[in-house]
Structure formats: structure tokens, C-alpha cells
């Protein structure tokens, strides 16, 4: 279990490099981002999967609905907020799935709107990485809507896909208003 995880961070912090070199793919929400070597024209069902998956998450913490959060992530999943560590220092913070649920059952976030989003498949690991705007009403007022640039690790466990790690890799960006935060 342990090497799986460490073989999945490992991939994302790869997955991190290329994306701040500039080799990712351009830009498009819903398309499939995979190693040149893996490119094709139609999306597999494991990434369509994925990618609703990541999507329907995101809906599902905006909405409070911690039992389905809660169905879908492992329980050795671990969240790191801000992109501090990219450059050795410390994140903002770091959740624990508790503390995860804890911020879906208070509903902390009222917007999270995902665009940019890309897929990588590695057998039964997987990496989305992409962008996601959002509110939270709780914060200041110069800091309620903010942008991040993220990647999160998923796994099949039991024939089902399973959200292991989220890592800020950009960000956040903090603004009063959505559109300040909006410009890529």
C-alpha cells in the first residue's frame, strides 16, 4: 500500500515538473492529456470516468455531501493547500480525510468551478491537473474567491476509482470578485 503511494506522489511531482516547463498539453476542459506516447483521438472509458469523478467531487463538497465525498476517498488520502512546499517551504496547511470532511460538512466552499482540466493514465493510477475557481464565503472579503492550479492522484481499489491526494501546485491567487481571480 505504502509503495503505491509513494509511486503515485512520485508520478505527480513528475506530472508537476512538466507542467511548470510548459510540455503539458494546451488548454481544454474534458480533453485527455497523456504522454506522447499514449496519445489518441478518443478518450478512454477509465478517463471519461475520471474525469466526471473529479468533477462530481468537486459538486459534491459545494453541496455538503460528505457521505458521498467520504465513499470515494481513501483513507490515507491526504489534501496540501498552498504551493509553498513547491519551492521547500511549508503549505498553507495540510487535511487528513477528517479534516477534509469536516470542511464538506460545513459546506466551507460555496463555488468550486474546475476548467483546464487534464487526465493521465497510468494503469490503475491516475492524475488530473488543472485549475478550479472558487468561493468561500467565510473569508475575508479580499480573499473569498481564489484560483489554484492543482493535481490530484486517484487509484483503482477494488474495481473502483478512489481519490488518494490533492496538492495545490500553484496558488492560491486570493481576489474580491471571480473575474479577478478568472485571467490564466
Given amino acids: 500500500m505504502r509503495i503505491r ?7 505527480a511531482c513528475a506530472a ?9 498539453v494546451a488548454s481544454g476542459q474534458g480533453k485527455e492529456a497523456t504522454p506522447a506516447s499514449h496519445l489518441s483521438s478518443e478518450p478512454s ?19 455538503g455531501d460528505t457521505a458521498y465525498v467520504d465513499s470515494v476517498t481513501s483513507s490515507d488520502f491526504v ?12 503549505p498553507r496547511s495540510t487535511d487528513t480525510k477528517q479534516s477534509m470532511l469536516r470542511r464538506v460538512t ?5 463555488v468550486i468551478d474546475f476548467d483546464s ?15 478550479y475557481i472558487a468561493h468561500m464565503p467565510g473569508n475575508a472579503p479580499n480573499e473569498a474567491w481564489f484560483a489554484v492550479w492543482y493535481e490530484r492522484v486517484y ?4 474495481g473502483r476509482w478512489m481519490y ?16 479577478s481571480v478568472s485571467d490564466k
Fill in 5 to 11: 503511494f509513494v509511486l503515485a506522489l512520485t508520478i
Fill in 16 to 24: 508537476t515538473a512538466q507542467l511548470r516547463m510548459g510540455t503539458a
Fill in 45 to 63: 472509458a477509465d478517463s471519461a470516468e475520471l474525469l466526471a469523478l473529479d468533477q462530481k467531487i468537486g459538486t459534491a463538497v459545494v453541496h
Fill in 79 to 90: 489534501m496540501v493547500h498552498g504551493d509553498g512546499w513547491t519551492t521547500g517551504g511549508k
Fill in 106 to 110: 460545513g459546506k466551507a466552499y460555496d
Fill in 117 to 131: 482540466v487534464k487526465l493521465e493514465m497510468h494503469g490503475d493510477i491516475a492524475i488530473t491537473y488543472g485549475r
Fill in 155 to 158: 487509484a483503482r481499489r477494488d
Fill in 164 to 179: 488518494l491526494s490533492h496538492r495545490t501546485v500553484h496558488g492560491p491567487t486570493f481576489g474580491a470578485n471571480r473575474q
